[in-house]
């Protein structure tokens, strides 16, 4: 159990990690004329991505939750897996990817890295889900897997409602140019 508590933790500092890359984009956003949608949904996601990491760690240390290697390892590969799209997202975006919705009005879409398959057009929430379902079910932690599903699911309508409506303001039309 304490390598699974090491996991969480080094998901945890990934997630500090990516609010220190979202704060410097932000920045330059801004700096460009960037306009900040959305911002009502965003504690929420905020306190959901915090309860998944809290939820892990008490499920698994409360509940005793057996690591079942059967389900642990493949769960453990789609967690690296979501881990290594979300990064590829990032940089696909480059300085204009953030954890908040911002857009810069007159920079074209990102058609580059997986935002230039039309068929998955939010390549970034891909990963959040498929991370939020395997990462509990590392250690079993089913009610936590499932309890971050059907939020995250609820959360995602708006979110990428929000988004859409971001991003239609610009001259092409709506395609994501943020996670």
Same mark, same amino acid.
Request: hydrophobic share 55%.
């Given at each position: 159990?304490?390598? *699974? ?36 949904? *965003? ?71 997986? *935002? ?8 970034? *929430? ?54």
């Amino acid at each position: 159990m304490p390598w *699974y508590s090491l996991l969480i933790v080094l998901v945890g500092l990934e997630r500090l990690a990516e609010l220190v890359v979202a704060r410097r984009n932000a920045k330059w956003s801004m700096a460009r004329g960037g306009v900040v949608r959305g911002q009502g949904h *965003y504690p929420w996601m905020v306190a959901l991505h915090t309860g998944l990491l809290a939820g892990c760690l008490l499920e698994v240390h409360l509940a005793d939750r057996p690591f079942v290697p059967a389900l642990g390892w493949p769960m453990l590969a789609l967690v690296v897996a979501a881990q290594a799209l979300r990064w590829w997202c990032i940089r696909a975006l480059g300085p204009r990817w953030n954890t908040q919705v911002i857009v810069v009005p007159g920079l074209p879409l990102v058609t580059s890295g997986p *935002y230039r398959f039309s068929r998955l057009p939010h390549p970034n *929430y891909v990963a959040v889900a498929v991370e939020g379902a395997a990462l509990p079910l590392v250690h079993g932690a089913w009610v936590t897997a499932l309890t971050f599903t059907v939020l995250n699911a609820a959360l995602m309508v708006v979110r990428i409602r929000c988004e859409n409506e971001a991003l239609a303001t610009l001259a092409d039309g709506p395609r994501p140019a943020t996670p």
